[in-house]
């Protein structure tokens, strides 16, 4: 922990499985350090046979501390 800093970030985000699917396999392609936790995943709704989905959680990203001249 002496060379990186935490940043969590809570987050919500709402639609399809494969529209969150795709957005958490975008994540895990970052070259940034990003760990989610606590993800739960709920149906919001259902309308016209299509299944809206409301993904809560935290994200927590990393970076470098920055060294003094």
């Given at each position: 922990n002496?060379?990186?800093d935490e940043m969590?970030?809570?987050v919500?985000?709402?639609g399809s499985f494969s529209q969150l699917t795709m957005l958490?396999?975008?994540?895990s392609?970052?070259?940034l350090i990003i760990h989610p936790t606590d993800m739960d995943?709920?149906?919001k709704e259902i309308v016209d046979g299509q299944t809206n989905?409301?993904?809560?959680?935290?994200l927590?990203?990393?970076?470098?501390?920055?060294?003094?001249?």
């Open positions: 002496n060379y990186y969590p970030m809570e919500e985000f709402e958490m396999y975008q994540i392609k970052r070259k995943l709920t149906t989905l409301k993904m809560v959680g935290k927590i990203g990393f970076k470098y501390k920055e060294t003094k001249p």
